[in-house]
Nanobody
């Protein structure tokens, strides 16, 4: 059973940076995709960024050029480097995982229904 544990959230001022981490355990798949999602109060959960086991990445338009997703396979850890943070980035950020069969997924990788395993979330608050 795959387990995900996020960390790194906090409070920063607009323009600041944070790096989120997600440690994954319990999986043996060689092919997978992982993503970062966020949910602000009163809003639906939205995809922020994703990466697959081949290293291909996707980003939501709202974070392109500011956020970078990466992974350290030796540490089984997924990262989200967030720079130039804005108040509208305030949300609970979730890490997600699913096995990948190697088929083409494309932008659907930012849809929450593509994932079957979720972390507990970490709060990010950006003040103006």
């Amino acid at each position: 059973q795959v387990q995900l544990v996020e960390s790194g959230g906090g409070s920063v001022q607009a323009g600041g940076s944070l790096r989120l981490s997600c440690v994954a355990s319990g999986y043996t798949y060689s092919r997978y995709f992982m993503g970062w999602f966020r949910q602000a109060p009163g809003k639906e959960r939205e995809g922020v960024a994703s990466i697959d086991s081949d290293g291909s990445t996707y980003y939501a338009d709202s974070v392109k050029g500011r956020f970078t997703i990466s992974q350290d396979n030796a540490k089984n850890t997924l990262y989200l480097q967030m720079n130039s943070l804005k108040p509208e980035d305030t949300a609970i950020y979730y890490c997600a995982f699913n096995k990948w069969y190697g088929d083409y997924i494309g932008p659907r990788v930012l849809l929450q229904w593509m994932y079957n395993t979720w972390g507990q979330g970490t709060q990010v608050t950006v003040s103006s």
